[in-house]
């Protein structure tokens, strides 16, 4: 009866950490690899590069008011000192990275 239980009780985590995973999406690596050096992990961009070429944070008016599309297009060819990344990723990436940055504010 306890091997059951030790193995339905793994199978649980395990499941979880599957969910947590999946949580994230597909934009959290790209962002990560990509994004966070200047916007931060929390898109607050209060640290580093973000601070130090006053990247405006994800609580900003002005981020706050941009739709998806505009934050797509800033990301594909770039926006201020931001450089583009429509060579360097697919629109996929690009929309899946915009849809974890959004994803911050909630």
């Not at 931060?40 to 002005?62: H, L, N, R, W």
């Amino acid at each position: 009866m306890k091997f059951k239980t030790g193995i339905t009780l793994v199978a649980l985590m395990a499941a979880g950490t599957m969910t947590t995973a999946f949580a994230q999406g597909p934009g959290a690596e790209i962002y990560k690899s990509k994004c966070q050096m200047c916007h931060s992990a929390t898109g607050m961009a209060e640290f580093g590069m973000g601070k130090a070429m006053k990247v405006k944070p994800i609580s900003d008016p002005a981020v706050k008011k941009m739709t998806e599309a505009q934050m797509i297009e800033a990301v594909r060819n770039g926006m201020g000192k931001m450089q583009p990344y429509k060579d360097k990723l697919t629109d996929a990436q690009i929309k899946d990275s915009v849809s974890y940055f959004r994803s911050l504010t909630k």
